[in-house]
């Protein structure tokens, strides 16, 4: 069965930090690029990070550049989002989504899969 289980949302203060999970099972996530959209309530989903497969490029949207970090580890077919010095306006569900093409993933918002997302707060 394919599937893709985000973990690692919780509730955060501002400056705080909290590191996402996605857990791949039945496919290989090295084929594919990674990325990961957040959705805050009443607006659009975003792409915020990004990692090719091969050669693990990574790419971020210039509102969390510098704070997140995109990882992932093969063996373990998982993906990760270290994301530091969050701010209230990070708060969202945050999805992780593959395709085997990064362009379709970064130019359209379109993945192969797709997890079921995790809440991310940041309140006092």
């Known amino acids: 069965q394919v599937q893709l289980v985000e973990s690692g949302g919780g509730l955060v203060q501002p400056g705080g930090s909290l590191r996402l999970s996605c857990v791949a099972s039945?496919?290989?996530?090295?084929?594919?690029?990674i990325a990961w959209f957040r959705q805050a309530p009443g607006k659009e989903r975003e792409g915020v990070s990004y990692?090719?497969?091969?050669?693990?490029?990574?790419y971020y949207a210039d509102s969390v550049k510098g704070r997140f970090t995109i990882s992932r580890d093969n063996p373990k077919n998982t993906v990760y989002l270290q994301m530091n010095s969050l701010k209230p306006e990070d708060t969202a569900v945050y999805y992780c989504?593959?395709?085997?093409?990064?362009?379709?993933?970064?130019?359209?918002?379109?993945?192969?899969?797709w997890g079921q997302g995790t809440q991310v707060t940041v309140s006092s």
């Open positions: 989504a593959v395709d085997r093409d990064i362009y379709k993933l970064y130019s359209l918002g379109e993945g192969e899969y």
């Open positions: 039945g496919f290989y996530l090295d084929d594919y690029a």
């Open positions: 990692i090719s497969s091969g050669d693990d490029t990574t």
